[in-house]
């Protein structure tokens, strides 16, 4: 019988992950679309795949039987996908990002890299919130300029910037007019956040890891930073900015104010660990040298 591509990628995911949860976040869908996807599969191979307990999921043996091909099957097809890619077409290398980079990298860095590849053209595109591998995960993109963290095995990265973080405020907030914010202030506010399938990428801007358990109030969800802005200016929530990103995206009626007490985020490019084109590397290596 024949499978996708896509549900070896479930396979292996929940297989790795032993919880359907995290595994939905690792392959971006949501966690009931996974569980129907992998009893579907289930019932065309005729077998269970996994034995759930309200601990977690092991495979059963036949689904351990089938773990490795269906690892080797998605490892050759990642590696021979972007080269047939390049096969027959003008040499490009796509760089995705999930926001205007801006910080005068990729600037600096399309100038160098075309000095020395001149065979060679750069795209830039935009990626939503959605897949924060910024299109590393279905190679719709040769390197990634993203933030950190990002959930997906097999990737490569080098931060470029660390910066604080703050909070994007509407005009007239109660905070609006505080010179700095403590992040205990902003516990009870709505936020805007990423959307699930973001995953830690989620939690890092709803700082989860600062809370102590304290519960989050999620006012909307966005798929990108004009999505978020519109939705802060709109009053439904705020939410937390690196200090870079609120210089490039100023907008009236919207103030940005420091917190305290955060770790900063971080700016980082990726890329495939078994991309071994001489382009990719060359085009890393115009990002982060000074």
Known sequence: MDVDLRDLRYLIAVAEEANFTRAAARVFVSQPALSKQIRALERRLGFELFERTPRGVTLTAQGAELLPTA??????????????????RPQTLVVGMQTAVGRDLQRRAISRFRAAAPDWTVSLRLVGWSDPTAGLADASSDVGVVWLPIPLDGLRTRVLRRESRGVMLPEGHRLADHATVAFTDLL?????????????????????????GHPVRVGAEATGADETFEAIASGLGVALVAAGNADLY???????????????AELAVA???DDSRSATALFVDCLTEP
């Open 71 to 88: 690892r080797e099957m998605v490892e050759r097809w990642d590696r021979a996908y972007p080269r047939a890619q390049a096969i027959g």
């Open 188 to 212: 009870d506010e709505p936020f805007v956040a990423l959307p699930r399938a973001a995953g830690p990428l989620r939690d890092h801007w709803l700082a989860i890891d600062a809370r102590d």
């Open 250 to 264: 100023r907008r009236p009626g919207l103030v940005f104010r420091p917190v305290g007490g955060l770790e900063p």
């Open 271 to 273: 890329w495939r660990g």
